[in-house]
């Protein structure tokens, strides 16, 4: 019986290589036919800029690299020299042992009927029901689907690394050199030596340190290629892809070197395929449609989303060298009189527009983030603070709650470091809130986070959201989720009012038990007369824990003993603010691609021990309603923006009643709780204590749903 593959990547460069690990990130298998023995690591190093960096990210390994490359000066965009083979070698790490088979090259495609035939070099035949030509600059994949031979530019570049063992005292800034084209000798073009003499000869008005670099070249390290590439106008109308077989990198744009896009484009290309790829293999379907034709559909997506990207990088890079490399005297005066600045700026627009920002790398927002990542959606989460917040200790984990802990796969791990309490039909256990959010980052993929980004103001364009960060920087984003707390910026923006203070305070600690502490895991409640506390006892952890001691007499010396063995330091207090349900029901809990989620939309006072878990529900619904919108089947011609909007609509139908429902429910148990009147004190000890208790467990019994609609 003949094996299918699913997808088969001609080609271990940068663009194939991101492909496949794109692919295996959502969990879609491939195989990478590469013709060479080993990964081809020529090519030196090469700059990539920010769009680059953010797709590195999407895949996982953005960190990684940044750790090996330092960052240059060039303002707010992110820009590195890095090395080829150490980005190779990066992403195939990552890949799963089997994907690449070196020594494999293809010689022709075939299609018939919904597979594609592959024949090799070696004249064995693979099948496959996707193909991606990632096979370069002379791809037999692009010859197949019809795209023209690349152009020939009539110039070539010459190209060198200098090594500096004890290093070279170099700014980490990016220069560029730009002046008229020189003609050049074949035998040069052929021969290391003569061409390191040749470009000594011509480069006699630069820095000292740009001709230190080119000495410090050994000659070995000079090669020469010729520049060539695909006219724009190929890209625009021609066939990039064809049923199950379509073209990214060098088969899809070849391009010169000028504007420094190429591997940058590639990177691109890795993870929109993949993202195209998952979202019609992996999403919601049409009733009985074949796999062809989802197949089909992805890769048109593909080729929309890249078409006008391709042209633009093109066009800009040939329009760029032409001005760079002109011997005309009017043309050389524009270049560097008028259009230095233009030239340099161009370079920087190649930026990419985020998908999803999440602000906050709370519960809510990694939930989000994580729910997200599990259906194939990439996010960027937002963190003011320099590392995870782990501070608030412990949280009761309510049913409902472990519910949203199994849609986003960590539920069965956290079960195992809690015990459960005894608490009959309901799954009822104390978590470590540090345990949980980092448990949630471990499953995203590496980049998701990036701390030390404090948002301080949104603004709406058409439709984007610019996002504006305290150092400067602009981020551009489709979709924006404020999982900024209690005091959030986005809710501010959307117009929702600030949360109110309650009049009260909440004194947490926790008690450490490095021997055990012998206590039934049981869940226990102890109401009373609510009490008042100076400010300077608040301010103060050692007072803290002598008034918590001096008020709580009437309890079980079990309960003492745990306040005892709290350290004066695991003492604090935090005023309890709320937000009027009302608010919730009828503000504006979504705008555009705008909407908020955790104690952004519903802080509540901690008496119905839902705060964290309604979080993690938000986060879930949050993401399903997202992927339903951009996965999901979509109306003939639907714009994305409306698909966002829709999506987002419905998440915030779906959390208004509950918002409202715990907020106010958590706020009734509280003035129950805590009331100094004589009636209510004795209603509540004698006629409501079993109501109390069952509006916990009734607000418990709840399901946020899956990641996935039914």
């Known amino acids: 019986m003949d094996i299918v593959e699913d997808v088969v990547i001609v080609g271990a460069g940068i663009a194939g290589l991101a492909t496949a690990l794109g692919l295996h990130r959502i969990g879609l298998r491939s195989l990478v036919l590469e013709s ?26 953005g960190d990684y690299l940044r750790q090996q490359h330092v960052e240059l000066h060039s303002g707010k965009y992110e820009t590195r020299c890095v090395t080829r083979n150490n980005l190779l070698q990066a992403l195939e790490k990552e890949l799963p042992q089997g994907t690449i088979r070196f020594g494999s090259k293809v010689v022709s495609v075939e299609q018939k009927k919904n597979l594609i035939l592959v024949h090799m070099a070696d004249d064995s035949i693979l099948k496959t029901k996707v193909l991606v030509g990632c096979d370069g600059v002379n791809s037999v994949v692009a010859k197949w689907l019809g795209l023209q031979k690349p152009a020939f530019t009539g110039r070539s570049a010459f190209r060198g690394i200098a090594e500096f063992p004890d290093g070279h005292g170099y700014k980490p800034e990016f220069l560029q050199y730009v002046g008229k084209g020189f003609r050049s000798a074949k035998d040069i073009e052929d021969d290391p030596a003569k061409m390191k003499q040749f470009v000594l000869n011509k480069f006699q008005k630069v820095p000292k340190e740009v001709i230190d670099a080119l ?26 892809c064809k049923g199950g077989v379509c073209v990214a990198g060098d088969a899809l744009h070849p391009m010169t070197p000028d504007l420094g896009q190429g591997g940058c484009s590639a990177l691109e290309d890795g993870v929109t395929l993949a993202r195209c790829l998952g979202e019609a293999l992996l999403g919601k379907h049409k009733e009985g449609e074949e796999e062809c034709a989802m197949i089909k559909r992805g890769l048109e997506k593909y080729a929309k989303e890249r078409r006008w990207r391709g042209f633009e990088l093109i066009a800009t890079a040939y329009v760029l060298g032409y001005m760079q490399q002109s011997e005309g005297v009017v043309m050389n005066f524009l270049r560097d009189k008028c259009f230095s600045g233009l030239m340099a700026g161009i370079a920087k627009k190649m930026e990419t527009v985020e998908d999803i920002v999440i602000v906050g790398a709370g519960i809510a927002g990694l939930a989000t983030a994580l729910g997200l990542h599990r259906i194939g959606l990439r996010s960027l989460v937002l963190e003011s603070s320099e590392s995870l917040r782990v501070t ?18 960590i539920g069965d791990y956290l079960r195992q470091q809690h015990d459960q309490l005894q608490s009959g039909n309901h799954e009822v256990r104390c978590v470590r809130r540090n345990i949980l959010l980092e448990t949630l980052v471990k499953e995203l993929p590496q980049g998701t986070i990036r701390f030390g980004s404090k948002v301080v103001s949104l603004e709406q364009t058409k439709n984007l959201v610019h996002v504006h960060l305290a150092d400067g920087s602009i981020l551009k984003t489709k979709v924006l989720v404020g999982c900024d707390g209690v005091n959030s910026v986005v809710s501010k923006w959307l117009g929702l009012k600030k949360p109110a203070f309650t009049g009260r305070s909440a004194i947490r600690g926790l008690a450490e038990f490095p021997d055990g502490h012998g206590y039934k895991p049981e869940l226990l409640l102890y109401f009373g007369d609510g009490f008042r506390a100076a400010k300077d006892t608040e301010d103060d952890p050692a007072k ?3 008034f918590v001691l001096s008020k709580l007499q009437n309890v079980p010396k079990e309960v003492i003993n745990a306040l005892q063995k709290t350290e004066e330091e695991a003492f604090y207090s935090t005023p309890l603010r709320f937000r009027f349900p009302w608010n919730v029901l009828w503000g504006d809990i979504c705008k555009g691609g705008v909407c908020v989620a955790g104690d952004a939309l519903h802080p509540m006072t901690p008496d119905l021990g839902q705060g964290g878990c309604s979080a993690l529900e938000d986060g879930v619904t949050l993401a399903r309603c997202l992927g339903e919108a951009l996965l999901g089947k979509h109306k003939e011609g639907e714009d994305e923006y409306v698909m966002i909007k829709r999506g987002l609509e419905k998440y915030a139908k779906e959390r208004r009643w509950r918002g409202f429902e715990l907020i106010a429910t958590a706020y009734v148990l509280g003035f129950m709780q805590q009331s100094d009147g004589v009636v209510m004190n004795f209603l509540r000890d004698k006629c409501f204590s079993g109501l109390m208790a069952g509006m916990y467990l009734k607000r418990a019994d709840f399901d946020c749903g899956k990641l996935y609609s039914p």
Do not use: C, H
Not at 37 to 53: Q, V
Not at 215 to 231: D, H, I, N, Q, Y
Not at 400 to 409: E, I, S, V
């Open 392 to 409: 608030g200790y412990a949280f009761t984990t309510w049913t409902n709650a472990w519910k949203a802990l199994d849609a986003l796969g």
């Open 544 to 546: 803290m824990k002598q």
């Open 215 to 240: 000495e410090k070249t050994e000659v070995g390290a000079f090669v020469s290629a010729p520049l060539r590439f695909r006219f724009p106008w190929n890209v625009l109308w021609g066939d990039i």
């Open 36 to 61: 060479s023995e080993s990964l081809r690591l020529t090519g030196f190093a090469f700059t990539i800029w920010t769009n680059a960096w953010k797709a590195l990210d999407a895949l996982g390994i």
